[in-house]
Structures are given as C-alpha cells and as structure tokens.
C-alpha cells in the first residue's frame, strides 16, 4: 500500500522559513517525478515545484528564488525548504508522487504517467503578516 505521510507544515511570520519532508513508502518512486502542490482557500490546486529522477527541478514562478526541492532517492523522501515566506504562500501543501506503469494495458513498457498517482495527506502553511 502506498503511502506519503508529509511533515512540516506550521505558522511562521513573513520573512520566515519552513521545510517540508514527505516520506513516500509502499513502492519505488526513484524512477519518477516527486513533487508539491498547493491550495489556498477558494484557489485551485497548483503545481508548486517538482524534482524528477535525474534531479532536474521545476518551479513555479512565484516561489522561484523563495523555495528548493530536493529529494533523496534512498529514503523515498521529497523536500521543500520554503524561504523568504509571504503570506500568499499561505496554503495547504500536498506531496504527490509518481512510480512506473505499463504504457498500455497491451505494453510491457513501463513509463511514468503524465500526473501523479499518489497523493499525501496535505500539511498546512499559514504565514502571517
């Protein structure tokens, strides 16, 4: 049974910093993207940054320079260290992971699928002015 248990979330003062851990357990998420999301209150979810297997990271443009991904592929665990908080960062954070499945039902090639399988809990974050 899969799971992603994440950690860290909290309140902080704008300017401050958090880190979130997510622990990915169950199956083999090395060959994959990991990733966060987030949702504020009345928002759509949103991609907030990814790391894939090769450690290449993507961000979105409003955490650029604030926020850094990493992983640690021995662990299964995807990081999130949140610098320089505002208070628009204010949300719930989601961990979301891939692992390798057949193309097709007919295909013995394995591929990662193009969103996430799983999907952690959600960690709130709340920074105040």
């Known amino acids: 049974q899969v799971q992603l248990v994440e950690s860290g979330g909290g309140s902080v003062q704008a300017g401050g910093s958090l880190k979130l851990s997510c622990a990915a357990s169950?199956?083999?998420?090395?060959?994959?993207?990991m990733g966060w999301y987030r949702q504020a209150p009345g928002k759509e979810r949103e991609l907030v940054s990814n790391?894939?297997?090769?450690?290449?990271?993507r961000y979105t443009d409003s955490v650029k320079g604030r926020f850094t991904i990493s992983r640690n592929n021995a662990k299964n665990t995807v990081y999130l260290q949140m610098n320089s908080l505002k208070t628009e960062d204010t949300a719930v954070y989601y961990c979301?992971?891939?692992?390798?499945?057949?193309?097709?039902?007919?295909?013995?090639?394995?591929?990662?699928?193009?969103?996430?399988?799983?999907w952690g809990q959600g960690t709130q974050v709340t920074v105040s002015s």
């Open positions: 169950g199956d083999s998420f090395s060959s994959c993207e």
């Open positions: 790391i894939n297997s090769d450690g290449a990271k």
């Open positions: 979301a992971a891939k692992t390798l499945r057949k193309r097709a039902w007919y295909s013995s090639i394995l591929d990662c699928p193009p969103q996430p399988q799983y």
